[in-house]
């Protein structure tokens, strides 16, 4: 039984920071990737940062030089984290983690290709 537990969302003022917290447990898969995504009101979900187990990190365009992945990993249990510094009111919605195996890097931020997500917490940026 995967699950997925998001936190640290909030309210801040454009140009603030807010760091997200994803705890992952119950994947049995020692290769996985993990991914944060996001959806505003009336629009589709698209994927804003993912990671591999061995590390290695994709960006959407749109936050490239501002947002920063990254993990730790225990026994059974992994943490991915997403680093929001100089935020914008385009960075507001509801904010995914989810896992799943990786395929090709192109794909990594497809949210098609994942299959086990969390709750999703709030961002609002104003």
């Known amino acids: 039984h995967v699950q997925l537990v998001e936190s640290g969302g909030g309210s801040v003022q454009a140009g603030g920071s807010l760091r997200l917290s994803c705890s992952a447990s119950?994947?049995?898969?020692?290769?996985?990737?993990m991914g944060w995504f996001r959806q505003a009101p009336g629009k589709e979900r698209e994927g804003v940062a993912a990671?591999?187990?061995?590390?290695?990190?994709?960006?959407a365009d749109s936050v490239k030089g501002r947002f920063t992945i990254s993990q730790d990993s225990a026994k059974n249990t992994v943490t991915v984290y997403l680093q929001m510094n100089s935020l914008k009111p385009e960075d507001t919605g509801i904010y995914y983690c989810?896992?799943?195996?990786?395929?090709?890097?192109?794909?990594?931020?497809?949210?098609?290709?994942?299959?086990?997500w969390g709750q999703g917490t709030q961002v609002t940026v104003s």
């Open positions: 989810a896992v799943d195996r990786c395929g090709v890097a192109t794909g990594w931020l497809d949210p098609r290709r994942y299959n086990y």
């Open positions: 119950g994947y049995t898969y020692s290769s996985y990737c």
């Open positions: 990671i591999d187990s061995d590390g290695s990190t994709r960006y």
